[in-house]
């Protein structure tokens, strides 16, 4: 079989690890956007003059951009932390 | 000539060639040349790792058209710009351990190495390494042009002097000290482009008078520079949507970011690029296309958008600071443009040389072969950018949508879809390509979102059909 291919054990614990990272990394991306989206056009599509501001940037770019800057590095931080798991790249008998 | 702001770019450079001539000191005594030439010896660290892929992808368009853009659309064009957040994670995330541990069991070097071994098909790898031959010379040129006319800019030369310091500065340490060199000048570089960003940030907001300040300005000025909706409401949800394709994930498909997720040395070091990676490239794309915006109120009138960053920097700093700060745009052209040109040299010299000319070839010949082709290639953009030809202008238009197009599920779905075989990935690259370039020259924009967007979806369909249809042929011909 192809998969087999280079000695590649598709059922390799590994790969296990591996494909829920992967998961881990779309189901991010569908936050950041969805935060990113959700404050930028909640918030900005009010009319210029009920702005409210924070930190005297506009709130849906502060909430959007540098909300959701910094949600996304304490996301990631936490995922990396808690359900990234530390394996071996190479093969125990060491072909390199 | 503005010495003062000449002199830290110089120092810069210094720096940089001596990164350049540590690395190849490294290269002396290898005995798998290709391994360490082209991927480094597959040992990057964490901070480098990061730093590569950010200042790789971080390019002319960071610093200086897309603070130029975001002069003229106001806050919804950093909105847009904030897609790219998302390349900080993301590649790494999905690409992973997995093709972290697959590319080290092919004993892969190259990306094209990856999709041959997968794929088991003569054309996968010549359609792939053409495309990348094609779109990234393409795309490189377009950086030198970049790259010497802010030269040109700073300094007073001419364009051809300019062009020459740009050329033999990159060219003397990717030739020397290959990947390892531009892994580490990228480290360096990354640093200094987040370290400009911060201080022109800074700087920006003192002479603008605080924040609450300029944004009244702008406001007062235009009111739509303060919305999402861009200066004159042109920039649609779905419009700055969809270049969460374009910038954020599609990047997965770009070669000369890819190469790089399989250029690091253990789980840890990825563990650290990702948090390290996210916060550079977050923090430089914000702070740059801010810095852009800001800048409206502090120098009105600026007709050119690609000159508003170094004439900003210019009039809110010092001059040698403005120099160290202006030393930032000089490393994302560098730093892109020294990863494509190893990577198209790879293409030619291991895809298609080693794979089907001389495969047998020694590693003292490969490595003069190397030199040789990194050299002659470093030459032929120099040549192309004096004048560049209008078949570059046009291919560089392609370049970065055209390789995601190509290359995104060939490689995605490669790695995690059993079922994919090389008819899927030919007739995904074909159509991605292929529709891609249809799409921009008769329907740009189809449906209010970049044109990136269908040819992506084409070549997902086109891979999936492709494989399902074919996948009694390949089971056959695996039986016999």
Known sequence: MVYMKHGINQKDPRFKIAHREAWIGVILVIINFVWWYGFAYGLGSDSVQDYTYVFGLPAWFFYSCVGGFILMVVLVSFAVKFFFKDVPFEDEGGES | MNWAVIFPLLVFLIIIFMIGFWASANLKDSNSFLQDYFLGGRELGGFILAMTMTATYGSASSFIGGPGAAYTQGLGWVLLSMAQLATGYFVLMILGKKFAIVTRKYNAVTLVDFLKERYDSKWVVLLSAFSIIIFLFAA?????????????????????????????????YVIIGGFRAVAVTDAVQGTVMFIGTFILLVATVIAGGGITNLISDLAAENPNLITPYGFDGGLTPIYVSSFWILVGVGVVGLPQITVRAMSYKNAKAMHRALIVGT???????????????????ILPGIEIGDTVMPLLAMEVLPPWLAGIVLAAPMAAIMSTVDSLLL????????????????PDASNQSIKTISLGVTTILGILVFLMALSPPDLIIWLNLFAFGGLEAAFIWPVVLGLYWQAGNKFGAISSMVVGVGSYILFHSYYPNPLGMHTVVLPILLSLLAFVVGSLLTKRKVERAQLM
Not at chain 2, 279 to 297: D, K, N, S, T
Not at chain 2, 343 to 358: C, F, Q
């Open chain 2, 140 to 172: 490189m040129a377009a950086q030198w042009v970049g790259g010497a006319r802010l030269i040109e800019s700073l300094t007073g030369l001419s364009y051809t002097a300019a062009l020459f310091i740009f050329a033999a500065s990159v060219l003397v």
């Open chain 2, 343 to 358: 990577l198209v040299s790879s293409a030619v010299v291991k895809d298609v040389y080693i794979n089907y000319i001389k």
């Open chain 2, 279 to 297: 916060i550079v490239v977050g923090f430089i794309m914000l702070g740059m296309h801010l810095i852009g915006v800001f800048a409206r109120p």
